[in-house]
């Protein structure tokens, strides 16, 4: 059996960026450690931070609360609102933000105090988006759909800005942008997904197109891991989504001359070489 590892697969550059700012402050901080939310959404990974003490503040008011402590933001970052509280509560901030979130967190604050709507395409209920929405003025919006795009209907006088979550289907981005584009306002689309994840994303679809069967691991709470199911299982069939190993049925892939195997951005490396090294010894 012929087997294709991508070589995109693994941890984005933010994501690694977080878990090492975390590793750092476990060996340095003399205060209690929390995280806001996951730093990922790998729950391997987070296990790890839980056995080496730090905590995880889940809700709004528990982040809110919290003081004199180090709270870590993570890659998803956090609203406006959230940032300041916790500075107000005298708590050690380690910003973890990824640069490209904060680069939209930026641009939502500055088209909103030009007067303009802001659109942000991308889940409603992801703590990126969340937390970019909390950035952006009154006038927002969060869509992910053609229904929700076809829907809109604002005073033809509005300028509209455009921006979407880092880890946006590239293709399905544009899809939107060009039904809004047709309504007739004065648009303004800044393209903010993530290169990295456009390059993974065009790399799995180009893999599953080739292959009998595809393996995409990451955690079941990742919202790109997802995204990269999806786009596989457009192009494969027979595609298979994971979290280590031991979720992997290999009668599945007994038939299967050729198996491709790609990772969202919070899978830690040792895991995906897990999986490559166990499916290429077994056939």
Request: charged content about 25%.
């Amino acid at each position: 059996m012929k087997v294709i590892l991508a070589k995109t697969a693994g941890f984005c550059f933010g994501v690694k960026r977080a878990v090492d700012m975390v590793y750092e402050q476990i060996e340095k901080s003399q205060k209690p450690i929390y995280t806001i939310g996951p730093i990922i959404h790998n729950e391997q990974v987070v296990k790890d931070f839980e056995n080496k003490g730090v905590m995880v503040l889940d809700s709004k008011d528990g982040v809110c609360q919290a003081a004199d402590s180090t709270i870590i933001i993570r890659s998803h970052g956090v609203d406006e609102e959230t940032y300041h509280k916790l500075e107000e509560n005298h708590n050690t901030i380690v910003d973890a933000t990824c640069p490209f979130v904060k680069k939209i967190h930026r641009i939502v604050k500055e088209e909103s105090e030009k007067g303009r709507y802001i659109i942000i395409i991308g889940n409603a209920s992801h703590p990126e988006v969340e937390g970019i929405k909390g950035w952006a003025g009154e006038h927002v919006m969060v869509l992910d759909s053609m229904e929700e795009a076809e829907k809109i209907s604002l005073p033809k006088t509005k300028k509209l800005s455009i921006v979407s979550q880092t880890t946006f289907n590239y293709n399905k981005f544009k899809n939107l942008v060009e039904i809004i584009s047709k309504k007739g306002y004065d648009i303004n689309v800044l393209d903010t997904i993530c290169n990295a994840t456009h390059e993974r994303q065009k790399e799995a679809r180009e893999i599953a197109g080739q292959v009998d069967a595809m393996i995409v691991i990451g955690g079941k709470h990742s919202s790109n891991t997802q995204k990269l199911y999806d786009i596989c299982h457009e192009k494969c069939e027979n595609t298979y989504y994971i979290q280590t190993l031991g979720d992997l049925d290999l009668c599945q892939l007994q038939p299967c001359s050729c198996v491709g195997i790609t990772a969202g951005a919070s899978t830690p490396n040792n895991i995906i070489e897990e999986v490559h090294t166990h499916v290429r010894a077994k056939f």
